[in-house]
């Protein structure tokens, strides 16, 4: 059964199966659905996580979670799922084939591995679905990125077929190939030693489909991205993580744990706000999450 272990002026944190929660959450009670799963990659992410799963299972698992999600959106709400291409091919089949949602984009995000892969093009993108319960999103805020500049001289790299000059200065419309991300690898920003996504691609998805005081709901917390990009945006947000969630606590209060593996006996180092009793005058406004 989840457990709630932590709140914020804006959000919760549970511990627990995400599958259990969901099932627990009143129907059309989020606005915002994002999800960056394991990738089965056999990594390591505590000992309640299992990464090398047969295909089948984790398809199974996959489509599980992603049926339990669409009743909780609002009409409009938005649905935003982060993984391989390889996943997310089957991912996006299953969910087009659900009458309530709407297919909008499928986004690709530049992300280099480390090293290339024998035999095989070199991995260079992940995937990030877009979808939205019923025909047209809730909120849809137009996203604008900088001009492209040169780092050593500062020149534009493009010319914008010489109408640079009759362009909104804010910057150019975002498109569905993102490539001015970064991996999270610095310590400065790393949260844990498993993979974690860097908090511009979340600020970008939340500023795309929601608006403040909307509810922003992850079901797999890692080390927190979501929720701590949620927060200093002011939407509400509801999380869980099966793992160890000291990280996620430390990250939330402006402070990190011991550079450890979720849930493998060293999250006891961290001294923090487990159980925490929800503050009278929290900002969250949950009745119709349960």
Known sequence: MPTLVHTTPHGKLYRGDALELMAQMNQESIDLFFADPPFNL???YGKDVDDDLAESEYMDWMY???????PLLTDGGAMWVYNLPKWNLLAGAHLIC?????????????????????????????????????KRPRVFNNVRTPFERCRHCGGLIKDYGGHFKKMNPAGVNLTDVWTDLS???????????AN????????????????????????????????????????????IEIGDVDPIIARLGGSRVPDVMPNTGDSARHRGTRGQVPDPGIELDTHKLF
């Open 64 to 70: 599980s979670w992603l049926d339990l999600a669409v």
């Open 196 to 239: 974690a996504l860097p908090e511009q691609l979340l600020e970008r998805v939340l500023s795309v489909s929601s608006n403040e005081g909307d509810i922003v709901f992850d079901p797999f917390g890692g080390s927190g991205t979501t929720y701590a990009v949620a927060e200093r945006m002011h939407r509400g947000w509801v999380g």
């Open 42 to 44: 056999n990594k390591e």
């Open 183 to 193: 991996p999270v690898r610095h310590k400065s920003t790393k949260f844990r030693k």
């Open 98 to 134: 659900n009458p309530d949602l709407t297919f909008r984009h499928q986004v690709a995000v530049s992300m280099k591995s480390s090293f290339p892969i024998k035999n095989k093009l070199y991995p260079a993108h992940y995937s990030l679905l877009y979808f939205v319960k019923g």
